[in-house]
């Protein structure tokens, strides 16, 4: 195709009455993206990417800020049950209204790829039992980590500042690796537990003779585990080693990237991976892999946060929270991650192979707002937040989205505001999902 045609063609896509705004949009950077290869001259490709970028910008400013108020629906499977929607979302459903603030827009490309909104990205059929409401606004009667050995972290260090993994630098993690990380990632096993009843696991293991933890973090459970089953051989992998000096025998670390081919000599009886959601450029690669790695009758257990908050009432509905925890899956996208993809991990296992697939929905209070062992979980997070939200999310802000570390610190203190107030019934789906590799599968 000539330049001229394609200049042409692209100038007449508005096509009033046909088309809606978004999906010109979505046409036009489509189009763009196809014909790219085929021009040759400098200055129309130039022409070319600013027509498309200022027709999806135009039409995409809302999705950026008001993010639409059009309901779809975002399936989950049950326990034992068969995957219900589909997690492929309506473009059409996007709220075109706009939005006079002059502030930074979500990316546009992940706007006409996806369709994704705020209303339109919350899970249907998520029911965690025996969360609720609790009259008593006072604080649970429990040893708080965070209270009792707080992290400490170092004021006069921008989170920016932080140090970060050096092995394999640049990869689709953004969280610091300092001391105070670890130490709060050692806080958060601690209330992990107790969302798991306190338990390590909830996959029906007796035994296992070599044992892999994906992302391994500060090697607390790996540690823990190695410690409660010492007929087993732990394997820990992380982008950083850890610090523990207490490492038992049956227990060791290695700088890998789980998201590599892992190569190992032997089978693995069981496989675990807790809170690596914000590391996953492709899950399902993961789960053929660790279906590859596991021997006959062998486990796979996840432990996961759906990176979207959820309330039990609309006590969530227009508060800043839940457009900053949108604007994280924006900007993870970006990156190459899906903090969305949970729902689908169990109907995926039972593709790949796995059997006795099974999915428990559980909740992570924001704070302690809710009753019984909730409340105590809740106002463990509410630290949990304070004290790493920042280190979490504000380098993947602001690579992902392009916001300034000042407008990001900003953003996240009002979050952080908001997360104190318990008339804010708020909590983040976790998702347990284990399944068995066949004895007879080869």
């Not at 979207?308 to 457009?323: R, V």
């Amino acid at each position: 195709m000539r330049p001229s045609q394609w200049i042409s063609w692209l100038v007449h896509l508005d096509l009033p009455g046909k088309l809606p705004p978004f999906k010109n949009a979505v046409v036009s950077c489509r189009l763009f993206l196809l014909l790219k290869p085929t021009i040759q001259s400098r200055t129309l490709r130039y022409i070319a990417h600013t027509m498309s970028n200022t027709i999806l910008a135009s039409a995409m400013r809302s999705v950026a800020r008001q993010f639409g108020r059009h309901d779809a629906d975002v399936g989950v499977v049950a326990a034992g049950g068969a995957e219900t929607n589909s997690t492929t979302l309506d473009p059409d459903k996007i709220s075109t209204e706009t939005d006079e603030e002059d502030d930074k827009v979500m990316p546009n490309e992940f706007a006409a790829e996806t369709g994704w909104t705020i209303e339109n990205t919350k899970l249907t059929n998520f029911d965690p039992p025996g969360l609720e409401v609790d009259s008593d606004e006072g604080e649970p009667d429990i040893e708080n980590p965070y209270v009792t050995n707080p992290v400490k972290l170092d004021e006069a260090v921008e989170e920016h500042n932080r140090p970060w993994h050096q092995y394999k630098y640049g990869t689709k993690y953004f969280l610091p690796n300092d001391s105070a990380e670890l130490s709060r990632l050692d806080r958060q096993h601690i209330l992990w537990r107790a969302i798991l009843d306190g338990d390590l696991f909830k996959a029906p293991i007796d035994q296992a003779k070599h044992v892999l933890d994906l992302g391994t973090g500060s090697g607390i459970w790996a540690v823990e585990f190695a410690k409660e089953h010492p007929d087993s051989h732990v394997t820990g992998i992380d982008l950083s080693m850890p610090e523990s000096k207490d490492i038992p025998s049956n227990c060791e670390f290695q700088l890998r990237d789980f998201m590599d081919p892992w190569g190992y000599p032997h089978r693995f009886d069981y496989i675990h991976g807790r809170l690596i959601f914000v590391a996953q450029s492709d899950p399902l690669r993961l789960l053929k892999q660790a279906y590859a790695a596991l021997a006959p009758g062998g486990i796979l257990e996840f432990h996961e946060l759906y990176g979207l908050p959820m309330a039990i009432d609309n006590s969530l509905h227009g508060k800043y929270t839940e457009e900053l925890f949108f604007a994280t899956v924006v900007a993870s996208r970006n990156l190459g991650n899906d903090m969305l993809s949970l729902p689908r991990f169990a109907g995926w296992m039972r593709e790949l192979g796995f059997v006795d697939v099974v999915e428990e929905q559980r909740a992570l209070p924001v704070s302690g707002w809710a009753k019984g062992r909730y409340k105590a979980i809740g106002a463990m997070q509410e630290q949990n937040l304070k004290v790493g939200m920042g280190g979490i999310y504000t380098r993947m802000l602001n690579k992902g989205l392009g916001w300034s570390l000042e407008d990001t610190k900003e953003r996240i203190g009002r979050v952080l505001e908001e997360v104190g107030d318990k008339r804010m019934h708020a909590y983040f789906p976790v998702f347990v999902v284990y399944g068995r590799k066949p004895f007879d599968a080869a």
